[in-house]
């Protein structure tokens, strides 16, 4: 029952920041800060993949899962703060081609194992 929480947890944590996010902000979101709330979201979705897929391989650990998080999330966003500040604007598609790869991927794999090893059906 451990390995079936552990797949989860990321998920339930994704919906949970969403929720709050919105809850914090009814006004919505300005114009300048959408690019980077779109850049947490992608970031928060490689982190939900990658827990998943660390869930399917027994290796999960929710200390790395949230470090993992916060610290990408900080490095993403520096980055690109930096690239506009510079006028490398292109340093935020960088980062968008990069976080949806690595999102394909966790879910190619997941995909796989899913395919591969189907949860056992119950006999009635």
Same mark, same amino acid.
């Given at each position: /029952?451990?390995? @079936?929480?552990?797949?989860?947890?990321?998920?339930? !944590?994704?919906?949970? =920041?969403? =929720?709050?996010?919105?809850? %914090? +902000?009814? $006004?919505?979101?300005?114009?300048?800060? &959408?690019?980077?709330?779109?850049?947490?979201?992608?970031?928060?979705?490689? &982190?939900?993949?990658?827990?998943?897929?660390? $869930?399917?391989?027994?290796?999960?650990?929710?200390? %790395?899962?949230? &470090? $993992?998080?916060?610290?990408?999330?900080?490095?993403?966003?520096?980055?690109? /703060?930096? =690239?506009?500040?510079? =006028?490398?604007?292109? +340093?935020?598609? @960088?980062?968008?081609?990069? %976080? !949806? $790869?690595?999102?394909?991927?966790?879910?190619?794999?997941?995909?796989?194992?899913?395919?591969?090893?189907?949860?056992?059906?119950?006999? &009635?």
């Amino acid at each position: /029952m451990r390995h @079936a929480r552990s797949i989860w947890f990321p998920v339930a !944590g994704f919906l949970a =920041g969403f =929720g709050l996010l919105f809850w %914090l +902000l009814p $006004g919505g979101v300005s114009y300048s800060a &959408s690019d980077y709330l779109f850049l947490t979201v992608l970031v928060g979705l490689d &982190s939900v993949v990658g827990g998943i897929r660390a $869930g399917i391989q027994h290796t999960f650990r929710a200390e %790395l899962f949230v &470090s $993992g998080f916060l610290l990408n999330t900080l490095l993403t966003i520096s980055l690109v /703060m930096f =690239g506009v500040y510079t =006028g490398l604007n292109d +340093l935020y598609l @960088a980062a968008v081609v990069f %976080l !949806g $790869g690595r999102i394909f991927l966790n879910f190619s794999v997941i995909r796989r194992h899913w395919l591969e090893n189907p949860t056992p059906r119950a006999e &009635s």
